[in-house]
């Protein structure tokens, strides 16, 4: 993975809010199911979510995973916290050689750069095989289907040979189209993990489920076309239904997307809108400045948008 190089996430404002909206609802989840949580993600070079993470939460033991080719000086000397343990290993190997203690209640964010591989699926082997109750799972992938060499996108037949026994037994072409491919990727990611859940189940005794909260459409402009899957494990005896999450309409328990997206206002536009912003704002409407839709999306999402300042120092 060398995002690290190419991509600085905190200048991308689609990518933000996303942020922002999750660690909302996390921030609940945290204070129900109790304890310390560790963070194991992706860093890069500007260690995000570590950052958000560490001051909203207060979390205090991070792994960032960086498998590509940027040096571990480089990343250790950009990493803002010195807690953080930089592991310059791929993901896979980084949760099964034993440098991240996958017992410890955990909040996981595989926030990958590339489109469906194999290994996200050893990945959610090596998690859900060991992370207890309380623990949250979250993967962010670009949502792109196609086959590499043609350039069209998988044929229920490209699936099979590329996935194997991931693949759900009845998919569906039309689950692998553009328009529809994140519902492939949920299936097949989502058939893994309660398979690996299940075992698990069997093996111990107890009946472990994960509990879906995140099922998240965004683009970012001119940029790629992602997907978040996400949500919680519990037991037959732990349940989320005692969490008060009602508040967050990006919550997605089914089948169903959130769709993400930003409306285009400027900051002259934002700060009238912001003086309403619990009553109707008819001016900018009626003169046909903003859009009536653009302004039910900005009030949907306005606590999670950052603003970006250009800042002579």
Request: proline content about 3%; aromatic content about 12%.
């Amino acid at each position: 993975m060398n995002s690290a190089k190419t991509l600085n996430y905190e200048t991308r404002p689609v990518k933000f809010t996303e942020r922002k909206m999750i660690l909302a609802s996390i921030s609940k989840l945290v204070s129900q199911f109790g304890g310390d949580y560790q963070y194991i993600g992706f860093g890069g070079l500007t260690f995000t979510d570590f950052k958000l993470f560490h001051n909203e939460l207060h979390l205090r033991e991070m792994y960032s995973i960086e498998g590509g080719d940027v040096s571990i000086e480089k990343l250790n000397f950009n990493k803002p916290f010195g807690f953080i343990n930089v592991i310059p290993h791929l993901s896979t190997v980084a949760l099964t050689n034993g440098s991240i203690d996958l017992t410890k209640k955990s909040l996981v964010w595989m926030d990958y750069d590339d489109c469906l591989e194999n290994f996200f699926f050893d990945d959610i082997t090596a998690l859900f095989s060991k992370l207890p109750v309380g623990s949250i799972y979250i993967v962010t992938c670009n949502r792109q289907l196609d086959n590499k060499k043609s350039g069209v996108p998988y044929s229920v037949d490209d699936f099979i040979e590329n996935f194997g026994s991931n693949t759900p037994f009845d998919i569906q072409s039309k689950e692998l189209n553009r328009k529809n491919s994140y519902k492939g990727i949920r299936r097949a990611l989502k058939l893994h993990l309660e398979n690996i859940l299940k075992q698990r189940s069997n093996s111990e005794g107890i009946v472990y489920d994960f509990n879906q909260l995140y099922n998240i459409l965004y683009n970012e402009n001119r940029g790629a076309e992602m997907y978040t899957y996400g949500g919680v494990i519990t037991t037959n005896t732990s349940t989320i239904q005692e969490i008060n999450l009602s508040e967050f309409d990006f919550i997605r328990r089914d089948d169903d997307t959130y769709n993400l997206v930003l409306p285009n206002f400027t900051r002259k536009e934002i700060d009238l809108v912001n003086v309403h912003i619990h009553g109707e704002e008819k001016e900018l409407v009626d003169r046909k400045i903003i859009d009536q839709s653009e302004l039910d999306i900005y009030k949907s999402i306005y606590k999670y948008m950052p603003y970006f300042l250009d800042v002579r120092v």
